[in-house]
């Protein structure tokens, strides 16, 4: 059975009136609802905390009506004896996202106004969010909560099998001709050999969208590394796999920009290419148990699945690298790592090495591999992850820079990601991105001149800025 519980800050009047009224909706719909207002004589029984906890334990869903008033509750902001309720509910709904590594359809953010899309809690911004202000966005919500949303695919039919071509063998004229594409695919490689291949990417990309922007900051170290490990491509060519490990604080990816470094390589790369690279996210759920077994072992047994069921294959290295070989484009998979494959190296290391075994052939693709670990993940209470997080992820990166370098694989490890600097990185992201002085001059204002800012901070501040210089 469906139960929700609407947790709310009391911002004003109107606003308790406001969610009292989604409550009555819900329970007009079919809907059994928690909320604090529907407690007789003002006060539970047990008190306040236990009927929260209780509550929280005893539902289906839990909506988060997200405002300035409750994101400043939820993350303990609040002046003191101001807002506890939010203040305890944020701590339990924190604690019970950790304890499932993230991984909860459980809590939802419901926002009244879509400018309250900065307020959302951080813990909840990656989940879907909706803003109800039209009956079409409620009806999205309520579809949600019971589980029917999207389409309901149709039956798979019968394959269309049919012999497959002949080739012929290759004849040589004597004095051959060079084609229009392959002169301007020599000229694109001069291009890059001489260090204006910007030239050709600058024609050949759409313009350039706020998220895409802010996702280009401070990643000089990252763009290097690319630089020394993955050569230019050339027709010829054996297609390779090439696989990278990137790792960082959280709030150095922030939603809508998580993918920054599978654009940095694309356009770094393989800009050049016939086709745009696929960009495809590995999202199979896993389950780690064999620590014992053997590193190459480990890492095929998660990494066939992944790819198989990306590829839509079966989940064999053969039926894998027949797929990969056929693709006219190249392809970047990403992986987000949950808590307990950020801990396990060898599950990483694993991934790593049997994704570094693959060749693809002459004449094929090259395809890359980026693992994303988010270093909050390696403390073991979410009350002390600031006082142990430098010491911990400082012995993390060390510890499988060791695993990677006894496999030959220390150059998958990408440098840390660091907050940009205001002095230095964004400066130099005005001059390399051609940002327009006047935009320039209304970043300056909203930023402290000498000072480093996590790259999800800076979204908070600048996207807004951005989105309204896109729209004109």
């Known amino acids: 059975m469906i139960k929700v519980f609407i947790s709310y800050s009391h911002d004003s009047d109107e606003h308790r009136e406001w969610v009292l009224g989604l409550s009555e909706s819900l329970r007009k719909n079919g809907i059994e609802t928690i909320l604090d207002r529907y407690v007789r004589n003002g006060s539970p029984p047990g008190g306040w905390p236990r009927w929260m906890s209780d509550s929280l334990d005893e539902t289906t869903h839990v909506l988060c009506v997200c405002t300035e008033t409750y994101y400043r509750r939820f993350h303990g902001h609040e002046v003191p004896d101001k807002g506890k309720g939010v203040d305890w509910e944020g701590a339990m709904i924190a604690q019970e996202l950790y304890d499932a590594r993230s991984v909860s359809k459980k809590f939802i953010p419901v926002l009244r ?3 309250d899309e900065l307020h959302i809690p951080k813990p909840l911004r990656p989940r879907t969010h909706y803003v109800l202000n039209t009956e ?5 919500l309520y579809d949600d909560l019971l589980d029917q949303g999207g389409v309901e695919p149709g039956p798979i039919g019968l394959l269309k099998i049919k012999p497959r071509t002949v080739g012929t063998p290759l004849t040589f004229d004597a004095h051959p001709q060079r084609t229009a594409s392959q002169a301007h695919t020599r000229d694109k490689i001069s291009l890059y050999h001489s260090g204006d291949l910007d ?5 050949s990309k759409s313009i350039r969208n706020p998220e895409y922007l802010l996702g280009l900051l401070d990643r000089k170290p990252q763009h290097v590394h690319f630089d020394g490990q993955i050569p230019e491509k050339r027709p010829v060519d054996e297609g390779k796999a090439y696989g990278f490990c990137i790792f ?3 709030n150095e ?3 809508s920009v998580r ?8 356009e770094h790369k393989i800009s050049y290419s016939k086709h745009s690279p696929e960009i495809k996210p590995l999202e199979t759920r896993l389950n780690l148990t064999d620590e014992s077994a053997e590193l190459l072992s480990i890492g095929e047994t ?3 699945k992944l790819l198989g069921r990306q590829l839509n294959c079966r989940s064999e290295e053969t039926d894998i690298l027949k797929v990969l ?3 006219e484009e190249s392809h970047i998979f990403f992986r987000e790592l949950v808590g307990d494959e950020v801990k396990n190296h060898n599950f990483i290391a694993g991934v790593l090495l049997a994704w570094s075994r693959l060749t693809f052939g002459v004449n094929s693709h090259s395809h890359f591999l980026l693992l994303i670990c988010e270093s909050d993940y390696l403390s073991d209470s979410m009350f002390f992850s600031r006082l142990f997080h430098k010491r911990s992820s400082s012995r993390w990166y060390q510890d499988l820079q060791k695993l990677l370098s006894r496999h030959q694989l220390q150059n998958s490890l990408l440098p840390t990601l660091c907050s940009p600097t205001v002095a230095e990185d964004i400066e130099d992201w005005f001059k390399n991105h051609e940002i327009p002085e006047h935009l320039r001059s209304t970043i300056r204002k909203e930023l402290p001149r000498h000072s480093a800012i996590p790259l999800g901070d800076l979204k908070e501040k600048l996207l807004p800025i951005l989105q309204n210089h896109h729209s004109h």
């Open 302 to 304: 998660h990494l066939w």
């Open 113 to 115: 106004h879509s400018t």
């Open 136 to 140: 079409a966005n409620y009806q999205v």
């Open 199 to 203: 030239q050709v990417v600058q024609k």
């Open 248 to 250: 960082g604080p959280r």
């Open 253 to 255: 990816w922030p939603s």
């Open 325 to 327: 070989q056929s693709k």
């Open 259 to 266: 993918y920054t470094l599978s654009y940095l390589l694309e």
